[in-house]
């Protein structure tokens, strides 16, 4: 794994999701799902991912953050922990983001399959 992305590494197509909550009729929630990225032809991102051994943790301010699967995009300041990832069609809800190397070049994204704040 390098320590940025690299764009020769990026061989997975990544959505990037935001959630909006909407009310039918009859006052119930119905929660969807739009794509942030709408500048290409599917919506996607080129990303690296690694899926990572089993369920491993990262520690970040005394917080402790169980992961599935770690993916480095391009910089987007547009990445929020509300928004989620759908890769090869499953939906991964993002634990932690870190700017790699802290020069705003490479985005990493800790993700845990499944969501926890939406359908």
Same mark, same amino acid.
């Given at each position: 794994?390098?320590?940025?992305?690299?764009p020769g590494q990026a061989k997975q197509r990544i959505r990037l999701q935001a959630k909006s909550v909407t009310r039918n009729a009859i006052g119930e929630e119905v929660v969807s799902?739009? @794509?942030? /990225?709408?500048? #290409?032809?599917?919506? =996607?991102?080129?990303?690296?991912?690694?899926? &990572?051994?089993?369920?491993?943790?990262?520690?970040?301010?005394?917080?402790?953050?169980?992961?599935?699967?770690?993916?480095?995009?391009?910089?987007?300041?547009?990445?929020?922990?509300?928004?989620?990832?759908?890769?090869?069609?499953?939906?991964? @809800?993002? /634990?932690?983001? #870190?700017?790699?190397? =802290?020069?705003?070049?490479?985005?990493?994204? &800790?993700?845990?399959?499944?969501?926890?704040?939406?359908?």
């Open positions: 794994m390098t320590a940025s992305f690299n799902w739009t @794509d942030v /990225v709408t500048n #290409t032809a599917d919506h =996607a991102l080129w990303a690296e991912a690694w899926p &990572l051994k089993g369920r491993e943790f990262f520690a970040a301010q005394q917080t402790r953050y169980a992961a599935d699967v770690r993916f480095r995009i391009r910089w987007r300041a547009d990445v929020v922990r509300e928004q989620r990832v759908l890769w090869r069609d499953e939906p991964y @809800d993002i /634990v932690m983001l #870190t700017d790699v190397g =802290a020069g705003r070049h490479t985005l990493e994204i &800790l993700a845990i399959n499944g969501l926890r704040n939406g359908l």
